[in-house]
T-cell receptor
Framework: GESVGLHLPTLSVQEGDNSIINCAYSNSASDYFIWYKQESGKGPQFIIDIRSNMDKRQGQRVTVLLNKTVKHLSLQIAATQPGDSAVYFCAENPYTGRRALTFGSGTRLQVQP | KAGVTQTPRYLIKTRGQQVTLSCSPISGHRSVSWYQQTPGQGLQFLFEYFSETQRNKGNFPGRFSGRQFSNSRSEMNVSTLELGDSALYLC????????????FGPGTRLTVT
């Protein structure tokens, strides 16, 4: 499940700091957005999702913000831990009633102990 | 509850051969989607199956096909393999067509030589 070889933007943070990962999506008709975390050797793991009728949604240590005006999505991770180190993907579902996610290129999060 | 399982985990094939990959969704999940992940193109949607019928298809040539069985298990087939088909093939399941949350398996790493 690794993304080895991808020249991904990298966000490096200190353990305990908050992390913000940004994503620009392409389709103004997208009605659903989701963040995935992918660790080396594994498939993408669901983190949090948000529907287009919401601006913010919170989970455990994570918050997703949606700005439909500028087609921007962000993932905030509070008190980042070494176990959070991974590649993070945002995905949009541009077609209502269909499951055909369009993924962003990903951001690599590195947490320094 | 067991997650999505994919077999085999690794495959090496030569150009011109064909390959079949298998996916067992989470128990009770009826929708299965397939994605291809490569360093150059990232994660791309291949197709979605629900109730043994292909519901959506991504922009891939006809060499890529799939099917779903009555127990929701799915297979995808790639014929006349090309070097560019080397990728991680991911399967994701969701409960039904009204449920956008998709849960991914660990993937099958296909190498074409």
């Amino acid at each position: 499940g690794e993304s080895v070889g991808l020249h991904l933007p990298t966000l490096s943070v200190q353990e305990g700091d908050n992390s913000i990962i940004n994503c620009a999506y392409s389709n103004s008709a997208s009605d659903y957005f989701i963040w995935y975390k992918q660790e080396s050797g594994k498939g993408p793991q669901f983190i949090i999702d948000i529907r287009s009728n919401m601006d913010k949604r919170q989970g455990q240590r994570v918050t997703v913000l949606l700005n439909k005006t500028v087609k921007h999505l962000s993932l905030q991770i509070a008190a980042t831990q070494p176990g959070d180190s991974a590649v993070y993907f945002c995905a949009e579902n541009p077609y209502t009633g269909r499951r055909a996610l369009t993924f962003g290129s990903g951001t690599r999060l590195q947490v320094q102990p | 509850k067991a997650g999505v399982t994919q077999t085999p985990r690794y495959l090496i094939k030569t150009r011109g051969q064909q390959v079949t990959l298998s996916c067992s969704p989470i128990s009770g999940h009826r929708s299965v989607s397939w994605y291809q992940q490569t360093p150059g193109q990232g994660l791309q949607f291949l197709f979605e199956y629900f109730s043994e019928t292909q519901r959506n298809k991504g922009n891939f040539p006809g060499r890529f096909s799939g099917r779903q069985f009555s127990n929701s298990r799915s297979e995808m087939n790639v014929s006349t393999l090309e070097l560019g088909d080397s990728a991680l093939y991911l399967c994701a399941s969701s409960r039904d067509r009204a449920d956008y949350e998709q849960y991914f398996g660990p993937g099958t790493r296909l190498t074409v030589t």
